[in-house]
């Protein structure tokens, strides 16, 4: 038994590790709540593929007591959008917005349908010209029904 | 013919944006805040906490604001050349001390040297989120005017101090 004690204790570990996020949570749930959904639309710009909502990075953990303060303070989504984007950029919006550096970010990969669209289209047409359609003697066009119908 | 050429033609394409993409760095954001006036603040001296400094003091300056912390480990790469920079007078450097404590930035400066005409303590990173900071060191150049003209990501190095920040500051000086 004692030898198997300090593996358990061990393996209890990441349960008090995890003790340490309890201070991120807010004293008001609605507040609480309506920051995490804004923070699900923003990117946290060191770990650059997670949302701010999720980040664990300490800067994340500062931009969401930032917006949780702006929020308490009356300030709409919008504005605190605003603000973020003011100091750190569009890349903090996982939603790019239209401008007109981003054009080929939006209308790129419809652009690149339509050009495989018209690439399969134009092979099609192309190849239908290249096979003829060969005429059947009468024999042929009844040996073929019967060949047909057999495999029914 | 044209069906070997049109693939190799879309080929090269392609080989040619994704080698370009080897040379950028996705951590390099840019910052919205250059031509825009330097965001305010007004916090205690590192050295002399009862003593406050705000950028509205170095009006009609060309100055540095570098952001450093003691726990950052590229500020370590980039210290030596700040304190060199220093050494030359061509510019001020004042630092940002972003979210470190008191003692432990102290000591660092006692260390490495101080390149800072003075430090500011940003203990809670709240200027840091105002001035876009995401990744210290980083470093910017304001003119006169108190516009922000450049924003350095990461390490000052030899590089964009010869190439880039040594002559916009000649040139901000002259404005």
Known sequence: MMKWLPILMLSLLP????????KDLADDPVLEKRMVVLAEKLRCLVCQNESLASS???????LRREVREQMSLGKSDQEIIDYLVSRYGDFVLYDPPMKSYTVLLWFGPFALLLIGVGMLLYQVRKRRQTVPETQLSDEAQKRAAALLNDQE | MMRFILPLVIFLAL??????GLSLDPREVPSPLIDKPAPAFTLPQLHNPKKQFSPADMKGKVWMLNVWASW??????EHPLLVSLAEQKTVAIYGLNYKDKRADA???LQRGGDPYVLSVSDTEGRIGIEYGVYGV???????KQGVIRYKQIGPVTMQSLSDTILPLVA???KE
């Open chain 2, 106 to 108: 102290e000591l660092w």
């Open chain 2, 137 to 143: 060191p980083e470093t910017y150049v304001i003119d």
């Open chain 2, 72 to 77: 950052c480990v590229s500020c370590r790469d």
């Open chain 1, 15 to 22: 349960v008090f590790a995890h003790a340490g996020e309890a």
């Open chain 2, 171 to 173: 040139k901000l000086e």
């Open chain 2, 15 to 20: 080989a040619a944006f994704l080698f370009k």
């Open chain 1, 56 to 62: 664990h990075a300490e800067l994340a953990e500062d």
